[in-house]
């Protein structure tokens, strides 16, 4: 194996890929999300048909400013994560990468306004020097916040060009919640239970459980933003 390509055959079981046609596939660079939950940008625009190559990929990258969360990325490497979205300004084009019905990450065309919005999960917060609370979230971006109601598990609402939180969607009962692991990874469900680290959720009549880690808010009676 090269140090910028990954084997197909041993590529995460998220990525969608014919692990039986080409051998390699472009190996993501460390950034803000595990390799599992990303995929490198050069292998999505291929997956929306921006090129064949790398060659291409690269040239594209180069030329038609690609933003990532309203930031300019020229690396094709870089791992581009659940609810992260990409924006091809040349051709006006937007994605947002999220997990499909069986658990895979996909790439969801959406509209310049749905763009505009990202969906952030606290994974933890701690008081700094200061009296500050430091608000650490799940693509690995901190933010600074007086709101000490904010817990672990609580969705922000992010708008991607000031970012700035525009809402804090809290986790509890009645939410509606997309999994991110566990047997039943890219369902979407209604919050029915919450019991220490369990959680029923309701997906269309279904009843299961799953662990509280694997639950990411989407929205309190609906989702906030395009899934599917």
């Known amino acids: 194996m090269s140090k910028g ?16 046609q080409d051998k390699f596939v472009i190996k993501p660079s460390p950034g803000p999300h595990p390799i599992r939950f990303s995929i490198p940008l050069g292998f999505l625009l291929k997956m929306q048909g921006f090129g064949m190559t790398a060659r291409e990929i690269k040239k ?19 791992p581009v994560g659940i609810m992260d979205v990409v924006n091809v300004k040349e051709t006006n084009d937007y994605f947002r990468v999220i997990f499909d019905t069986k658990g895979r990450l996909t790439v969801l065309p959406i509209t310049a306004d749905d763009a505009k919005i990202k969906l952030c999960k606290v994974k933890n917060k701690t008081v700094i020097s200061g009296g500050k609370i430091q608000i650490n979230l799940f693509d690995s971006r901190n933010i600074l916040s007086d709101n000490n109601d904010i817990k672990t598990g609580d969705t922000l609402v992010i708008d991607i060009s000031s970012k700035s939180v525009k809402e804090v969607i809290k986790f509890e009962k009645g939410v509606r919640a997309l999994l991110t692991g566990g047997h039943h990874m890219g369902s979407i469900g209604t919050v029915k239970e919450i ?24 929205g309190k009676s609906k989702e906030v933003i395009k899934l599917r």
């Not at 594209?60 to 870089?78: A, E, M, Q, S």
């Open 5 to 20: 390509h990954l084997k197909q055959i041993v590529s995460p079981k998220t990525w969608i890929l014919s692990r039986k």
């Open 60 to 78: 594209i990258i180069n030329t038609k400013n690609v933003l990532v969360d309203n930031r300019r990325v020229k690396n094709p490497k870089f």
């Open 195 to 218: 019991e220490k680290n369990a959680v029923v959720v309701d997906s269309e009549g279904v009843l299961f459980n799953t662990e509280k880690q694997f639950i990411f808010v989407v």
